[in-house]
């Protein structure tokens, strides 16, 4: 089992910048994926960008320039800082563990809001 902890969400203002970090807990196993999603009101849940465990790293199209991602397999962390953050970004985060392993499993953490509005 794993738990995935997010924190750092908050109200930010158009142009803002936005932290936010994901601590796991449990039992890992390598190879696997982590990533961040995200799902805003009457919308479907989306990749935001993700990060394997040898460092490969994918963005979505609307994070590329904007978001970085980064994790420390040491701490078990996965952290997004977000820059120049738009009304658009606003949805609540998810960070997501995937087991790469027979049995593939997937894990989610409970949520983070985001909200840019001025």
């Known amino acids: 089992q794993v738990q995935l902890v997010e924190s750092g969400g908050g109200l930010v203002q158009p142009g803002g910048s936005l932290r936010l970090s994901c601590a796991a807990s449990g039992t890992i196993f390598s190879p696997n994926l982590m990533g961040w999603y995200r799902q805003a009101p009457g919308k479907q849940r989306e990749m935001v960008a993700s990060i394997t465990s040898t460092g490969a790293i994918n963005y979505a199209d609307s994070s590329k320039g904007r978001f970085t991602i980064s994790r420390d397999n040491y701490k078990l962390t996965v952290d997004l800082q977000m820059n120049n953050l738009k009304p658009e970004d606003t949805a609540v985060y998810y960070c997501?563990?995937?087991?790469?392993?027979?049995?593939?499993?997937?894990?989610w953490g409970q949520g983070t809001q985001v909200t840019v509005s001025s």
């Open positions: 997501n563990y995937k087991k790469l392993i027979i049995p593939r499993r997937d894990y």
